[in-house]
């Protein structure tokens, strides 16, 4: 069955699984009129989503997942036992389950369903909203090679796709899981300090996005050290310098490290909450 036939419910209706919808229907590899979002009880945000894309809603357990053979968990990781305990009924051994919840291990999912369904962890971000994410994904004990093909198939449509371990996946959700934000707020920062200093908004967030883009794409197409590409900018007594002093003296750089590594050791903490890990 190929990805433009697949029949595809997401459990959950909140900003990842727009996110990943929105990418989708932009991109026509996947039958948007074969996409349903489910939620538990909020009506009005499944009516929103119905308005904004082609795609079918409903709050009928049943209804949704006997629609389809690929279900994609996307409700918060405190909410899986009680979705689960409810949708497992109709759950049958040829589904095939995709999660994209932060610190939850297949084998957790695999523990509340009676059917031995392959299960696969995906670690996606909120730029699959323009088909930008960079998505990691690993296959659990009932996952064949063509399971974890079909995952990388679909979210390749909406990003990147990365295989790894799934022990890597608390690290993958502190990094690329989280990473947008930590992107955002330093971005917020520079925008501040543009507006204070007499640029109009929009004109920092054109100057911003470009530089932002540029610094990826020139790493992306060096092997130099991230250290010798800053200090390539910073002339001796210029502004590179003077900002840098200030954000040494405030050990930016080290925080940015630790602020990660947090999102990390809470990825791990949220699969340890939960038994039969
Ligand atoms: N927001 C992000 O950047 C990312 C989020 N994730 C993961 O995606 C999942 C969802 O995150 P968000 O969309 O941000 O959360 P959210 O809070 O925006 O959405 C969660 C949705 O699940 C629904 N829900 C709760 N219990 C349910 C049940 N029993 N049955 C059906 N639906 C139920 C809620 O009504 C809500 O619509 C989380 O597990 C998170 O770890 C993964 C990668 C990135
Ligand atoms: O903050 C969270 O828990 C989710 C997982 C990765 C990004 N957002």
Request: net charge negative; charged share 20%.
């Amino acid at each position: 069955m190929t990805l433009a036939d697949q029949a595809i419910t997401f459990i959950g209706a909140g900003a990842m699984t727009e996110a990943i919808v929105s990418g989708l229907v932009a991109n026509n590899r996947v039958n948007s009129g074969q996409i349903t979002v489910m939620n538990k009880n909020n009506g009005e945000r499944l009516e929103e989503l119905e308005k904004n894309y082609p795609i079918q809603t409903t709050t009928n357990k049943q209804q949704a997942v006997e629609r389809s053979h690929l279900l994609i968990l996307a409700m918060k990781p405190k909410d899986v036992g009680d979705a689960l305990e409810r949708l497992q009924p109709f759950i049958r051994a040829d589904h095939v389950i995709f999660s994209v919840l932060a610190g939850t291990t297949t084998g957790y999912i695999s523990s509340l369903i009676e059917a031995e369904c392959p299960v696969i962890r995906v670690m996606p971000n909120t730029s699959a909203n323009v088909g930008a994410s960079a998505s990691a994904i690993s296959g659990g004990q009932f996952a064949a090679d063509k399971d974890v093909d079909l995952a990388a198939s679909l979210f390749s449509s909406i990003g990147s796709v990365t295989i790894v371990p799934e022990e890597k996946m608390d690290s993958v959700t502190g990094i690329s899981g989280s990473g947008p934000a930590y992107f955002y707020y330093l971005l917020e920062g520079l925008q501040t300090a543009a507006v204070d200093a007499g640029l109009t908004e929009e004109d920092a967030k054109a100057l911003l996005i470009q530089t932002m883009q540029g610094a990826a794409k020139r790493w992306s197409q060096t092997s130099r050290p991230l250290q010798s590409l800053y200090e390539e900018v910073m002339s001796p007594g210029g502004t590179t310098e003077a900002a840098f002093s200030v954000l040494r003296k405030h050990s930016v750089q080290e925080h940015v490290t630790g602020g990660a590594k947090a999102a990390i050791a809470q990825s791990e903490k949220l699969g340890k909450v939960k038994k039969h890990v």
